[in-house]
């Protein structure tokens, strides 16, 4: 079973840019991103299909974000661009499915966190 490690997390401006990656995957057959802030349940961002197929988003990331695999490094990443101070949350990597619903997923990593600032 995999043991998903997410990083790249940190504090950056309102229009900024970070990239997430996890590791500690074992090629699995799907895999997604999640995201919680405080207070609020944990919510679908991406997921995608590791030997590719079709992508899918939450609406709130669409165009902004961006999730791809490198498959030599059996890593998984989210791009994300333009952020805004409600993307603030913790995002977590999960293997297992393409859902948006958290429960279909088998693997969760502890999370990293992302703060933007206004």
């Known amino acids: 079973q995999a043991q998903l490690v997410e990083s790249g997390g940190g504090l950056v401006q309102a229009g900024g840019s970070l990239r997430l990656s996890c590791t500690g995957t074992?090629?699995?057959?799907?895999m997604g991103w999640f995201r919680q802030a405080p207070g609020k349940e944990r919510e679908f961002v991406a997921a995608?299909?590791?030997?590719?197929?079709?992508?899918s988003y939450a609406n709130s990331v669409k165009d902004r974000f961006t999730i791809s695999i490198n498959n030599a490094k059996n890593t998984l990443y989210l791009q994300m661009k333009s952020l805004k101070p409600e993307d603030t949350a913790v995002y977590y990597c999960a293997a297992g499915s393409t859902s948006w619903r958290p429960r279909d997923y088998y693997a969760w990593g502890p999370g990293t966190q992302v703060t933007v600032s206004s």
């Open positions: 074992n090629s699995e057959n799907s």
């Open positions: 995608t299909r590791w030997f590719g197929g079709t992508t």
